[in-house]
Nanobody
Framework: QLQVEESGGGSVQTGESLRLSCIVS????????LGWFRQTTGQPRKGVAV???????DYAESVKGRFTISRDDAKHTLYLQMNDLKPEDTDTYYC????????????????????WGKGALVTVSS
């Protein structure tokens, strides 16, 4: 069984930055698809950014140029650097891992991930 655990959420002002971290553990680690997703209560979960096992990345349009996803496979850790935060970025952010090294083509619609963390709340006030 694989465990996924986020950390680093919090409350910030508009324009400030936060970094989320996610540790993936519980199995013989191998480079696999990892990603960040967000969800508002009562709304569908949406993809924010993903990184394939080969290190290639993809982003939702709304965060391009502001958020950076990165991974440190030696530490089994995934990061999301969030800069220039806006009130509309307020959400619960989830880390997720897939069994496949390549992310699903429809990852942004919450396809293809197999394991999920419990979420980290990010609040951006104006």
């Amino acid at each position: 069984q694989l465990q996924v655990e986020e950390s680093g959420g919090g409350s910030v002002q508009t324009g400030e930055s936060l970094r989320l971290s996610c540790i993936v553990s519980g199995f013989t680690y191998r480079p696999t698809c990892l990603g960040w997703f967000r969800q508002t209560t009562g709304q569908p979960r949406k993809g924010v950014a993903v990184t394939n096992g080969d290190g290639s990345v993809d982003y939702a349009e709304s965060v391009k140029g502001r958020f950076t996803i990165s991974r440190d496979d030696a530490k089994h850790t995934l990061y999301l650097q969030m800069n220039d935060l806006k009130p509309e970025d307020t959400d619960t952010y989830y880390c997720a891992a897939a069994l496949s090294p390549k992310c699903h083509p429809r990852w942004a619609d919450d396809y293809g991930m197999d394991y999920w963390g419990k979420g980290a709340l990010v609040t951006v006030s104006s």
